[in-house]
């Protein structure tokens, strides 16, 4: 079976932190590149980061850039996204998702292409609210 399954997600004050989580089962990250997507309440899914299988480069939106950080841990199949300085805008459902070959990053369309994403977690809620 072949899943990502998140976690970290819940409620904090605007300026908190929060990790996410998302773990691989069934299959190795090794070979994908680790996208991070959310979908506030009546926005359109947005792609907020991703990292590379090839040479481990980030990209960040520029909505979360210098607050965010997107890691990966191969030997344990995770990948992480590390928020900072969270603000109420943030809240919504976070997705991570894993491309295989990384073949987002060589499209034009670039690394926060849905389409080019394998494989898609549940989702986790994140609350950003006094």
């Known amino acids: 079976q072949l899943q990502l399954v998140e976690s970290g997600g819940g409620l904090v004050q605007p300026g908190g932190s929060l990790r996410l989580s998302c773990v691989a089962s069934g299959f190795t990250l090794d070979y994908y590149a680790i996208g991070w997507f959310r979908q506030a309440p009546g926005k359109e899914r947005e792609g907020i980061s991703s990292i590379s299988s090839t040479n481990g480069s980030t990209i960040y939106a520029d909505s979360v850039k210098g607050r965010f950080t997107i890691s990966r841990d191969n030997a344990k199949n995770t990948v992480y996204l590390l928020m900072n300085s969270l603000k109420p805008d943030d809240t919504g459902v976070y997705y991570c998702?894993?491309?295989?070959?990384?073949?987002?990053?060589?499209?034009?369309?670039?690394?926060?292409?849905?389409?080019?994403?394998?494989?898609w977690g549940q989702g986790t809620q994140v609350t950003v609210s006094s």
């Open positions: 998702a894993a491309d295989q070959y990384s073949s987002a990053w060589y499209r034009v369309r670039g690394p926060f292409d849905a389409s080019e994403y394998d494989f």
